[in-house]
Nanobody, 115 residues
Framework: QVQLVESGGGWVQAGGSLRLSCEAS????????MGWYRQAPGKQRELVTT???????NYAESVKGRFTISRDNAKNTVYLQMNSLKPDDTAVYYC?????????WGQGTQVTVSS
């Protein structure tokens, strides 16, 4: 079974930046869409961004222009660069690998943005 391990979360002031990492236990990016999702307290989990095996990306309107997803195939790692952070970005951020018949989540990493 593939495992996804997120890291890089923490506390930051509004306007600051963080980079999250999601390392997969083996090479899966060529056949899986990778995504970052987040869940704030009392809210449903929501999509932040995805990247397909072909490299196409998709972003939630709330993060467009501020967040960037990328991947390093050699390191089996997907990144989420988050700039111009806002208090509304405070959430647990989850990594996900998905294709038909396959759906794996990481354990999540907390991001807290103070005003």
């Amino acid at each position: 079974q593939v495992q996804l391990v997120e890291s890089g979360g923490g506390w930051v002031q509004a306007g600051g930046s963080l980079r999250l990492s999601c390392e997969a236990s083996r090479s899966i990016f060529s056949v899986n869409t990778m995504g970052w999702y987040r869940q704030a307290p009392g809210k449903q989990r929501e999509l932040v961004t995805t990247i397909t095996p072909g490299g196409s990306t998709n972003y939630a309107e709330s993060v467009k222009g501020r967040f960037t997803i990328s991947r390093d195939n050699a390191k089996n790692t997907v990144y989420l660069q988050m700039n111009s952070l806002k208090p509304d970005d405070t959430a647990v951020y989850y990594c996900r690998a998905r294709r038909i018949g396959f759906d794996v989540w990481g354990q999540g990493t907390q991001v807290t943005v103070s005003s």
